[in-house]
């Protein structure tokens, strides 16, 4: 099971990767504008994100699952017709046979 980020976990992360991956100021300082004379930037600050392919993948195999539905649409069709014409039959014995396996199983 896929556990979420929380805001403040993907701040953090997000922090760290930003000083491992240049020195104060650099290219990878997060913000965008005009150097002035001094070297200094001005500007606003820019922040992107980008999933890998695996993550993906992943993102649009939840979507196929989320997207789909757990009612089985032919089987539900059919059993509401044989109880509306009257054929639908009910196996008692069968019922009290796996209500009992699962009450001794449990």
Do not use: C, K, W
């Amino acid at each position: 099971m896929v556990q979420p980020i929380r805001p403040q976990d993907a701040s953090g992360i997000y922090r760290r990767h930003l000083s491992d991956a240049a020195p104060a100021g650099g290219p990878a300082s997060g913000v965008d504008g005009d150097r002035s004379a001094e070297g200094v930037t001005r500007g606003r600050r820019s922040d992107s994100v980008s999933l890998s392919a695996n993550a993906q993948s992943i993102r649009r195999v939840f979507d196929a699952i989320n997207g789909g539905s757990d009612v089985r649409t032919d089987l539900v069709e059919r059993l509401q017709a044989q109880i509306a014409n009257g054929s639908y039959e009910i196996d008692a014995d069968s019922i009290a046979r796996r209500l009992l396996e699962d009450g001794l199983s449990a």
